[in-house]
């Protein structure tokens, strides 16, 4: 006589490991939302900022956007259409371009899908302040 036994269940395991890794998920979680806080700058600490830059020290040709999106090109003011015009070196020139730190960034998205600068290697210039001891 032959012993029928019930069929195995697998889905147990299946339900043990899902439930394994919903936990490690949850873990993580926990652990970059706390590190993240902890992450956070201080109240009352303002980053450093130049507010006075001599334009010697740029690199050149420098395209200065302001946070009204006024275009400088080498700290003179000039409208988009004349750019090409003011460049000496045509297309392919290297034109180096800064942006006012409190602009919006899609200041900085519409300045760079602008069809006037498609022709330059263009290169972002970013200010770092450095602290003596």
């Not at 012993?3 to 926990?30: G, K, Q």
């Not at 070196?89 to 600068?117: C, E, K, T, Y």
Request: glycine share 6%.
């Amino acid at each position: 006589m032959a012993l029928n036994l019930p069929a195995r269940r697998t889905e147990r395991a299946h339900i043990d490991t899902s439930l394994s890794i919903v936990n490690i998920v949850l873990l993580l979680l926990f652990f970059f939302i706390i590190v993240g806080q902890a992450a956070r700058p201080q109240p009352g600490i303002d980053l450093s900022q130049t507010t006075d830059l001599p334009l010697e020290q740029l690199p050149s040709p420098i395209l200065l956007v302001d946070a009204d999106g006024e275009w400088l090109l080498d700290g003179q003011p000039i409208s988009p259409e004349l750019l090409p015009a003011a460049m000496t070196g045509g297309a392919g020139q290297v034109l180096h371009l800064m942006i006012d730190r409190d602009a919006p960034a899609s200041l900085l998205v519409d300045a760079l899908n602008d069809p006037v600068l498609a022709d330059y290697d263009l290169r972002l210039v970013t200010l770092n302040e450095r602290v003596t001891p």
